[in-house]
């Protein structure tokens, strides 16, 4: 987007707002915003860890905007198939940065959030020419996810799984 | 780079924010990541637990409908029955009044009132799925692509 036309710049701005609005709304209306936050942060804190490599390999700045976009609907992906496909998820879904598994990880939207952070800052490094430092903290953010991933609690397989996992009734019930 | 630093800094700051707003009104992680995760993972047998006519069966566990809020959220998901916004009769719906049963469907917290949920029964009458959803008359799409994926 750097360099474009002011009024192509506005375009773009107006589309992807537009676009996460969309985005947003299909899952709200779903009563779904916990999985919102999940996967969209998880996504874009990876997208921009890849542009911060990229930024490394190339030697040169990387616009953010097509990385953390794509790594939102990469992280996003089985959701759509949902949504679009009304395919349910299946553990082969994993393949789309563990979207399956991550629901049961330690703590998963303290885990997203450390991606996303760690992530805009690996970016933010790359591109002003710290590109050590990028790629440590893009790496940072990958590992923490499959950190996440390697300790996350077994899917439940039959009823009596579900009372073997602490509850948040107290919450609920209060 | 100053602009840069500040975009990041509002972006990570706006992320936060929706994290705590977040947490100060839902659990931090609802039903243990399990709410709503529409993966079909189970394949049991539960005594008092049957399809309905052998069709994927929806069983509803309102929370007690002495709560206003729980009575008006189980009429309404009734009256719409079969209307382009609610669930199909395609599929069976069993409204559960047995808290015995309830509880055996791994919803305790549906027994005590306060969370209402569902179990997908597939045609074969086996258990294929359960979760919490306290908005489950606004999620009739979500229930029948599962209860489609059953049949």
């Given at each position: ?67 953390a ?12 198939l ?11 879904m ?21 991606i ?40 439940p397989?039959?009823?009596?799984d ?13 | ?49 049957g ?101």
């Open positions: 987007m750097k360099g474009a036309p002011v009024g192509r710049r506005a375009l773009l701005a107006v589309a992807l707002i537009a676009w996460e609005a969309v985005f947003a709304r299909a899952y709200i209306l779903r009563g779904t915003s916990w999985h919102l936050l999940l996967h969209t942060l998880i996504g874009v804190g990876l997208g921009l860890a890849a542009a911060a490599w990229w930024s490394s390999v190339r030697r040169r700045p990387t616009s953010a905007l097509q990385w976009l794509g790594g939102q609907l990469l992280s996003s992906f089985p959701d759509l949902f949504v679009f496909g009304r395919v349910p998820h299946q553990l082969w994993d393949a789309f940065v563990g979207h399956v598994s991550v629901h049961t990880a330690p703590q998963p939207l303290l885990v997203a959030l450390g996303f952070l760690l992530g805009g800052w690996a970016w933010e490094r790359a591109t002003a020419g710290a590109r050590r430092a990028g790629s440590l903290l893009g790496a940072a953010a990958a590992g923490l996810l499959v950190l996440a991933l390697a300790t996350h609690a077994p899917l397989t039959t009823l009596g579900y009372s073997s996992v602490p509850t948040s009734a107290a919450f609920w019930c209060r | 780079m100053v602009r840069r630093i500040v975009a990041l800094g509002v972006a990570q700051v706006a992320a936060i924010a929706a994290v705590a707003a977040y947490a100060t009104a839902a659990p931090l992680v609802p039903d243990s990541g399990l709410e709503q995760i529409d993966l079909v993972s189970l394949h049991q047998r539960v005594p008092g637990v399809a309905v006519a052998g069709k994927p069966t929806l069983y509803l566990a309102p929370g007690l409908t002495t709560d206003p809020k729980c009575a008006a959220a189980l009429s309404r998901y009734l009256r719409s029955r079969d209307t382009p916004t609610g669930l199909p009769n395609r599929f069976g719906l069993v409204v559960i009044a047995d808290g015995t049963v309830v509880r055996r469907l791994a919803l305790p917290r549906a027994a005590a009132g306060c969370h209402p949920g569902y179990a997908l029964v597939d045609g074969r009458g086996f258990v294929r799925y359960r979760t919490y959803d306290g908005g489950y008359p606004d999620h009739t799409g979500e229930q029948a692509i599962l209860l489609d994926a059953l049949r």
